[in-house]
C-alpha cells in the first residue's frame, strides 16, 4: 500500500514559519507531482501548492509570497515551508500524489491518488 508521511506541524505564534514535510518511499510515486492540501476547520478540502518531479511548480493564489513548496527527489520528500503564519491558516494540512501536473487547482483536486494522514497546524497568540 502507497504511503506518505507527514510531519512538521504544530502549534506556533503569528508570523512564525514552519516547514512541512512529507516523505513518499514508494518508487511507484517517483514520477508523480506532489501536492499539499489544507482543510480549515469547517471547511472544503482546498489545493495549496504542488510541484512537478522536474520542479516546476505551481501555487493556489492564497498561497503566494507566504508558502513555498520545493521537492528533494533524491529524498523523496516534499517540503511546504510557511512563513509569516496567521491565524486563518490553521488547519489540516495533507499532501498528495497527482499522476499529472497542471496548473489547475481543480484537476489537482480531481487526480490526487494518493493522500497522507495530515498533520495540524495550528496558529494562534
Known amino acids: 500500500q502507497v504511503q506518505l508521511a507527514e510531519s512538521g506541524g504544530g502549534s506556533v505564534q503569528p508570523g512564525a514559519s514552519l516547514r512541512l514535510s512529507c516523505v513518499a518511499s514508494?518508487?511507484?510515486?517517483?514520477?508523480?507531482?506532489m501536492g499539499w492540501f489544507r482543510q480549515l476547520p469547517g471547511k472544503e478540502r482546498e489545493f495549496v501548492a504542488g510541484?512537478?518531479?522536474?520542479?516546476?511548480?505551481t501555487y493556489y493564489t492564497g498561497s503566494l509570497n507566504r508558502f513555498t513548496i520545493s521537492r528533494d527527489v533524491a529524498k523523496k520528500t516534499v517540503y511546504l515551508q510557511l512563513n509569516n503564519l496567521k491565524p486563518e491558516d490553521t488547519a489540516v494540512y495533507y499532501c498528495?500524489?497527482?499522476?499529472?501536473?497542471?496548473?489547475?487547482?481543480?484537476?489537482?483536486?480531481?487526480?490526487?491518488?494518493?493522500w497522507g494522514q495530515g498533520t495540524q497546524v495550528t496558529v494562534s497568540s
Open positions: 498528495a500524489a497527482c499522476r499529472g501536473f497542471s496548473r489547475s487547482a481543480d484537476y489537482w483536486m480531481q487526480h490526487s491518488e494518493y
Open positions: 514508494d518508487p511507484s510515486l517517483d514520477n508523480y507531482a
Open positions: 510541484i512537478n518531479w522536474n520542479g516546476d511548480s
